[in-house]
């Protein structure tokens, strides 16, 4: 088991000092690392700022609507298999159930904080 151990850390040590040495070598230039590559310097800042709020409400949206789609196939599940399908069910509904409480109590959902 050690020596499986220290194979797998020479192995990992050799592909990480290989990589550092075959790496492309990046030049940081100030006219490339500008939005627009014209010569002139920008006025403003290019990007817009958003609602940290929105953006954590647009990503529990996102997973709730995943959960959703795989509560789908469940009446098809009831068809072929009652008991287990119908546990299944259930105990995915509980955790959605709990994570849906758990955003609540911590004031995710809150929309105009």
């Not at 647009?58 to 789609?69: K, R, T």
């Not at 119908?86 to 995915?92: E, I, Q, V």
């Amino acid at each position: 088991m050690l020596m499986m151990f220290i194979l797998i850390l020479v192995i990992s040590l050799m592909l990480i000092f290989l990589s550092l040495m075959l790496s492309k070598k990046i030049k940081y230039d100030k006219e490339k690392n500008s939005p627009i590559e014209c010569g002139m310097n920008p006025i403003s800042l290019m990007r817009i700022p958003f609602s940290m709020q929105f953006f954590l409400l647009a990503i529990i949206f996102i997973i709730f609507d995943i959960e959703i789609a795989i509560l789908m196939p469940i009446p098809i599940m009831m068809f072929y298999n009652i008991s287990s399908s119908f546990f299944t069910m259930l105990t995915f509904l509980i955790i959605l159930a709990l994570g849906l409480f758990y955003e609540w109590y911590n004031n995710a959902l809150n929309w105009a904080v």
